[in-house]
């Protein structure tokens, strides 16, 4: 049959996510001097994994995985909401002193609960460490403080405003173009087939295509190899 590889992953986070989620919304809206919406008291916790360590993983185990296997990645960096926001604006104070409203902290409004929301979402990425020898490079504070200065530098390049400019919802969905021809691959989320290319090198490091799709949104992450060219494994031929 075909061999299979799949991985499960943490909440992602990093460039080019959609600005409706946590963290680019608390940068954009801090800048802006906009409230920095935080659901119920702000304890829910997460694990971080930095976007280019997800792809460095997903290289790792297209390269090394045993076929038939699950792998779950996670970036070893449990928090909780309301020390992500707190961690924002501590950054943006000391980059962004004339922003509209100093501390940035000011501007955190608590909001009602979701229902059903998740109070903590663990996940155990031992066996791919153990097996394969991969360990996430970015710390949540290196991955924060490279996130803020791309979403910094991205806008500044755009000539945004904020405060008076709408969220630049297409920046999500933007990125140059230069990928190796590594896989096709098949991402089941959510129910949903999405058949696109993926890319496996990084662009200047952390500059990825995802296709319209926002990685940092992907929770569980099915990979089916359909064509490889990669290291020199029968399978992957």
């Not at 009602?112 to 663990?122: E, F, I, L, Q, S």
């Not at 297409?170 to 173009?177: N, P, S, T």
Request: glycine share 10%; with cysteine.
């Amino acid at each position: 049959g075909l061999p299979t590889l799949t991985t499960n992953c943490s909440n992602n986070y990093g460039p080019y996510q959609f600005p409706e989620k946590l963290i680019p919304l608390t940068i954009l809206n801090a800048c802006g001097g906009k409230p920095l919406p935080v659901y119920g008291d702000g304890q829910n916790v997460r694990d971080w994994l930095y976007v280019t360590d997800h792809c460095d993983a997903i290289r790792t185990v297209l390269a090394e995985g045993r076929p038939g296997e699950t792998y779950n990645i996670g970036g070893c960096n449990e928090k909780k909401n309301l020390d992500i926001v707190n961690t924002i604006c501590a950054l943006l104070d000391e980059q962004r002193p004339s922003d509209p409203v100093i501390p940035h902290r000011k501007l955190i409004t608590f909001v009602k609960d979701r229902p059903g929301h998740d109070r903590r979402y663990a996940i155990d990425a031992r066996k791919i460490g153990l097996e394969l020898g991969w360990r996430p490079a970015e710390t949540f504070d290196s991955g924060i403080a490279r996130t803020i200065d791309w979403y910094l530098k991205e806008l500044a390049a755009r000539g945004y405003r904020f405060g008076e400019h709408h969220l630049p919802w297409d920046i999500g969905m933007h990125a140059k173009h230069r990928y190796d021809e590594v896989a096709a691959i098949g991402i089941t989320h959510a129910g949903k087939q999405h058949r696109f290319r993926q890319k496996h090198n990084p662009v200047e490091d952390d500059q990825l295509d995802h296709h319209r799709r926002d990685v940092g949104g992907l929770r569980g992450l099915a990979v089916i190899i359909s064509i490889v060219k990669s290291h020199n494994r029968p399978w992957l031929a």
